[in-house]
């Protein structure tokens, strides 16, 4: 019993001001950190996200089998080293990834338009899945698709998972490690309702909807490309509560334990899908949608099966979207209402949204994500490892975060971030093939923030030296003999 506490469970007497801010604009000390097995069972929560199941069977849809394993692997590696570095990064300062990116070649007020660009990527995800629930609800009731009745499930079912995360990670943690469990079981049952009751139709026969062209397995990658970055990063939200001596191989083991059962879920989504396709005659992508294809095969236990599933990977949502705009606002407005408010925001925005068809923009979502969120990130990852670490224009042995000491603009992450969303956008009106848009625009941010750095040689990163931070940086320390 001991050894399954020191790996699963969080930290002891700790304040209920503790447990609801979870360290949203602070810095977590050492006595609030978790095992890194405790944290890959609430990543686990976001691996079993039905979005994946829309994920896989679009992919299959696009390009088909054996073609689709390619962004999958590109998927699946990308988002290891990304996450690994990151959740070292994260571990070892005790910071978000909107705190740290202040630090990181942004400034304080930069980093506050990046936690917004990240927000929105979370009320987008928390409306995605939502709808997908009140899809399946919708279906075993026979509601209106997007009706007011169909707005109060959302509503309603939005409310259970708000209440259930309000504690933040001490919450987050029993839910998802109980939920897991269920999730297995009723997952289990549905293929086994699948395989009694339809002829399975296995890889060799998923075929692509279109005849396969440059431009298919293009859309693809990038498909793949916008979830790359994102998947280390939410792993990075919560890895940030891991001990400062996690590491790189802390960092990998986190990633593998959430990226394993998330490629088992894409997996899953195509053989639903055409196995249900062979023996219907509706559009496709009615089968891509885990909201109507799981009460199909399991009737009332498909319903459930999607609500238990989706309230634990929106959980995730909104509390991801806390973290974020609780930095935004904090530093653009002074504004300080508190984390959980900011989900009751989010919570809102998604019952006032839910009525358009997301899941319809899906690819285009992709796409904008890619340019945004990757671009911001490679960003960073350059300046620490390049900038600092490779060219020594500032300290890579720590990361500052506090006002005080930072410039509120940086201007080479602000201007290279500009600027790879520009040649991304390029591409989203139809310049070049939009399914280059997401590459060329972090391509293009990520070099362009090393020559302005080079340019500058690192003068915007400090306004004053932190003389309180230990460090090695050779430059501070020659300006100190002197």
């Not at 679009?58 to 089998?65: D, E, K, P």
């Not at 949204?353 to 990757?374: E, H, K, P, Q, R």
Request: glycine share 8%; with cysteine.
């Amino acid at each position: 019993m001991k050894i399954f506490d020191s790996w699963f469970k969080g930290p002891a007497n700790t304040s209920r001001s503790e447990n609801i801010e979870d360290y949203a604009i602070k810095k977590i000390p050492s006595h609030y950190r978790w095992p890194i097995p405790a944290i890959i069972l609430v990543l686990i929560g976001n691996s079993t996200a039905l979005f994946f199941f829309t994920f896989g069977a679009q992919l299959s849809f696009t390009i088909g089998w054996p073609l689709m394993l390619f962004p999958l692997a590109y998927l699946f590696i990308g988002s290891a080293l990304i996450g690994m570095v990151m959740i070292r990064l994260a571990s070892k300062e005790g910071l978000t990834v909107d705190l740290m990116t202040r630090g990181m070649g942004f400034g304080y007020i930069g980093s506050a338009v990046t936690s917004l660009i990240y927000g929105i990527n979370y009320i987008f995800f928390f409306i995605l899945e939502g709808t997908i629930v009140t899809n399946a609800i919708a279906a075993s009731f026979n509601l209106p698709l997007h009706s007011f009745e169909s707005v109060m499930v959302f509503a309603g079912v939005g409310l259970v998972k708000l209440l259930l995360v309000w504690y933040g990670m001490k919450e987050l943690q029993i839910l998802q490690t109980w939920g897991v469990l269920i999730y297995s079981v009723l997952l289990g049952l549905a293929v086994y309702f699948l395989a009694s009751n339809y002829e399975l139709v296995g890889p060799s026969q998923w075929t692509p909807l279109e005849p396969l062209s440059i431009e298919s397995i293009g859309l693809a990658f990038m498909m793949a490309n916008g979830q790359v970055v994102f998947q280390g990063l939410i792993a990075t939200d919560y890895g940030r509560f891991a001990k400062s001596d996690t590491g790189y191989r802390g960092g990998l083991f986190s990633m593998l334990g959430m990226l394993i059962p998330m490629l088992g879920t894409m997996l899953i989504g195509p053989l639903f899908a055409y196995t249900l396709m062979h023996s219907n005659n509706n559009t496709a992508m009615i089968f891509a949608d885990p909201g109507y294809v799981f009460p199909l095969v399991m009737g009332v236990w498909g319903a459930v099966f999607a609500l238990i599933t989706q309230i634990r990977i929106n959980v995730m949502n909104l509390y991801s979207a806390s973290l974020a705009l609780s930095n935004s606002f904090s530093l653009i407005f002074n504004f300080t209402p508190g984390r959980p408010w900011w989900m009751v925001a989010v919570y809102f925005f998604g019952c006032l949204l839910y009525s358009f068809d997301i899941l319809s923009y899906l690819d285009i979502f992709l796409a904008v994500t890619g340019i945004l969120t990757n671009t911001w990130i490679l960003i960073i990852l350059v300046d620490h490892y390049v900038c600092k670490k490779l060219l020594n224009y500032g300290p890579s042995d720590f990361i500052e975060y506090r006002r005080p000491f930072l410039y509120k603009w940086n201007p080479t992450g602000v201007i290279s971030l500009t600027v790879g969303i520009v040649i991304g956008s390029m591409g989203m009106i139809g310049i070049y093939p939009i399914y280059l848009s997401s590459f060329l625009a972090m391509i293009t941010g990520s070099f362009l923030h090393i020559i302005l750095t080079i340019q500058t040689k690192g003068q915007y990163y400090f306004t004053k030296f932190p003389l309180d931070r230990e460090t090695e940086w050779k430059k501070y320390q020659k300006t100190n003999v002197k």
